[in-house]
């Protein structure tokens, strides 16, 4: 296999340094994701500011990231008491973030209104190498529960890690290869939880042995089960209650009766989501050797979910339109489950050596998935994705030399794609990507300048309908700081060039597609998406007082974007894949200020405030599935031993949609929670209490593709224990 051929050739890169490190002397690392739960972790302010104490394992070779316009790190407690089944509803804490929340078991992030393709997915420097980007009902593949920190990067040099991250990247980092040798004979991780609103059931451990003062061996695995997810009020939204009641009237005077009952019970639905429950396995072992002169590493794991995907009262699956003309055949049949089953095997490799002289480091990194996906209809198979791929990297780290430091790198990408059924909408097709990138940083005292290049190549086939073309993206991306001497002030300007191939479903889909039950509509003609992009920010950074604030704009030319057409095929809604100029532009500000002290207590007040605005030019009307504005607002007790939060968020109605979407009504949460350290900070047993949605109030999420018809869970009191011995 192709994936086969590459991944081998990484390995063969990386097999030289074995004997290199083998001669260096040893030596125990301290570990570059080190659990930050001692810092104070306010919705992610903190990190925002206090990049230095937080080490960001995406890019530790820039200094001060400040070309990233703001970093943010979720560890410790906030990320145990946030943790989700999906990666992207474990984020919304967070400034500029948001979620697609197609179901419980299928979101991924969204970051500053973009999604899908502009935000990318890593799992320690990675991308998941799942199917996740390609539709909103695609699981991300990648374990929260086990993740020791979350990395989010926003901003212009996102741009190392994917030309097409124009939005942000999101970065996983987690154990599997280790970054240090244990000083004790092994170390173990584990954490445990319920929540209420889903019946939630989850469980997690790791465990690193010190084999020699040099080799580590680890192992980890997670489990979670979760019913059907209970909401507030209604499940449909009043607009599209009121279609479905309006259908139940029309079938009951044509004399269906049974059909209308059946319509008029789905309208009336509340306190629960069906078919929302999920099931989630994650397994991985992996060896690493760590030594004075660098490291290597490899491991494997293994991912299998099984989840629920709601349907859309009113919709009719493709095929089953086809069967035949008679009515009670395609209400039946309409009415079977949808389900996907997904598996994923990933194989990792991690190394890197010590160079000295110009370059400091050489760091190398590869992955291999061989990864499949079947949505069901009841019992029977519907469509199955298949997907198989190698990312790797090598990056040469610079040296400081008088304020001057940076990078050279280069990534590659190889990944196959396959659909297989009656609900194929997309054809099987090739991805082959070559990239090369630098970032470059000079410290000028009161001054930082930063630039970013990233030159990628695209090349995507797909033989069966005999397409194949190329694609040349450059992008590149400046910054200047300024910071005052004994100020706490810092100022900036990030200015960037942003291009992007097309992915292949925004290309070539052409069909039915079961899970969002839709029938989609690509365009093989799609020309390269280019983006100007500009932030100005400002941080203030004090003992007591941290405030940052960031304005952004993107001006896109050929911008791509997936929106209703009004038109029906098959007796699905057709969304097609449009190519238009369009403006995005918002911001996003955080605070924390410790307001007293008193004993063994600090009281903290925090705030986070988002906003995105986002059309498309002559006349194209709003760009669809913008989250609106979003305050979030919070007081805690902070101490060794116990911390006590108490929170509101309020998020604005969305009434700016686009031709054939829905408005979303405004919400207010009120939220609360608790964590006890028995034994002090550093005991290592933490024991965390929450309470979400405490007024039990119907939310729906502006950027969610279901929002209409899959509202966010209703009160959930979450428990959990997390113990590191």
């Known amino acids: 296999m192709p994936q086969i051929k590459y991944f081998l050739s990484t390995a063969l890169l990386i097999s030289p340094i074995t004997p290199i490190l083998a001669q260096q002397p040893v030596l ?79 979101s991924r992030p969204v970051l500053r209104g973009f999604q899908g393709p502009r935000v990318r997915v ?8 799942d199917a996740s980007n390609t539709s909103t009902d695609h699981a991300v593949a990648i374990d929260a529960l086990t993740a020791q920190r979350v990395e989010v990067l926003r901003g212009p040099a996102v741009l190392l890690f994917g030309g097409d991250a124009i939005g942000g990247a999101v970065n996983v980092i987690d154990k599997r290869i280790p970054r240090n040798v244990p000083d004790e004979a092994f170390h173990l991780d584990a954490i445990g939880g319920y929540g209420s609103a889903a019946n939630d059931w989850s469980m997690g451990g790791s465990l ?27 499940v449909l939204a009043p607009e599209l209650r009121s279609e479905v009641l309006a259908q139940a009237a029309e079938e009951a005077e044509e004399g269906h009766l049974d059909e209308a009952a059946e319509l008029t019970a789905t309208a009336n639905q509340r306190g629960k989501v069906p078919n929302t429950a999920s099931r989630t396995i994650n397994a991985s072992t992996g060896l690493a050797y760590i030594g004075e002169g660098g490291n290597i590493g490899f491991s494997v794991s293994y991912y299998d979910t099984d989840y629920g995907v709601p349907t859309r009262p009113g919709t009719v699956h493709a095929h089953e339109a086809d069967d035949d003309d008679d009515h009670d055949h395609d209400h039946e049949e309409g009415e079977a489950p949808v389900t996907i089953g997904l598996e994923q095997f990933r194989a990792d490799l991690r190394a890197g050596v010590d160079l000295g002289g110009f370059f400091e480091k050489l760091n190398l990194r590869a992955g291999y998935s061989d990864y499949e996906h079947t949505e069901y209809e009841g019992d029977e198979v ?32 190889q990944r196959d794609f396959n659909a297989i059924g009656a609900e194929a909408f997309v054809p099987k097709n090739s991805v082959e990507s070559l990239a090369a990138f630098t970032v470059q940083e000079i410290d000028l005292g009161n001054f930082e300048a930063e630039i970013a290049a990233r030159y990628e190549k695209t090349d995507l086939s797909s033989n069966i309908i005999n397409f194949d073309r190329s694609f040349d993206s450059l992008s590149g991306a400046l910054g200047l700081a300024y910071a005052p001497d004994g100020t706490g002030l810092k100022v900036g300007v990030n200015l960037s060039r ?17 899970a969002t039950q839709a029938y989609e509509i690509g365009n093989p003609d799609f020309t390269t998406e280019k983006s100007w992009g500009g932030e100005l920010y400002a941080r203030w950074d004090s003992d007591d007082l941290q405030l940052n604030a960031t304005i952004f704009a993107n001006l896109f030319n050929d911008y791509i974007f997936e929106a209703a057409t009004g038109a029906e095929e098959d007796g699905l809604p057709v969304f097609q894949y449009f190519q238009r100029d369009a403006t995005y532009y918002g911001f996003e500000a955080s605070a924390s200020y410790v307001f007293a002290r008193t004993g063994r207590f600090d009281f903290v007040a925090d705030g986070v405030a988002d906003y995105v605005r986002a059309k498309i030019k002559d006349g194209g009307g709003p ?74 109030v119907n939310v729906r999420r502006h950027a969610s ?19 590191s011995f």
């Open 208 to 234: 690193d042995v010190k084999l020699t003062d040099s080799l580590v061996f680890h192992i980890n695995g997670s489990f979670r089960d979760t019913d059907d997810v209970n909401v507030a009020g209604y």
């Open 122 to 129: 890593l799992t320690d420097g990675l991308g998941a190498l």
């Open 623 to 696: 760009v669809p599935r913008i989250p609106p504005l979003r305050l979030l607002g919070g007081i805690e007790a902070q101490s060794d031993a116990l911390d006590l939060r108490a929170e509101l968020e309020w998020s604005d109605a969305q009434n700016r949609v686009a031709a054939y979407e829905t408005p979303t009504d405004s919400f207010t949460l009120v939220n609360a929670s608790a964590a006890w350290r028995p034994f002090g900070k550093n005991g290592g047993v933490t024991l965390l209490a929450s309470a979400n949605n405490i007024f039990d």
């Open 382 to 413: 519907g469509t199955v994705f298949q997907v198989s791929g190698v990312e790797a990297r090598a990056e040469l780290v610079q040296s400081d030399r008088n304020g001057w430091r940076g990078v050279i790198g280069t990534q590659l990408l």
């Open 498 to 514: 942003s291009e992007r191939a097309p992915s292949a479903e925004e290309l070539l889909s052409d069909g039915p597609h079961i």
């Open 705 to 723: 593709f279901t929002k209409d018809y899959v509202p966010l869970a209703g009160r959930d009191i979450r428990i959990s224990a997390k113990f």
């Open 28 to 106: 125990t690392q301290e570990s570059a994701d080190q659990d930050t739960s001692d810092t104070p972790q306010l919705r992610g302010t903190y990190d925002d500011f206090h990049k230095d104490d937080a080490i960001v394992v995406t890019a530790p070779y820039v200094k001060k990231l400040d070309i990233l316009a703001g970093t943010s790190v979720l560890s410790g407690d906030q990320l145990t008491k946030d943790m989700r089944g999906q990666i992207g509803d474990s984020l919304t804490s967070l400034p500029g973030i948001s979620s697609t929340s197609f179901a419980p078991g299928a």
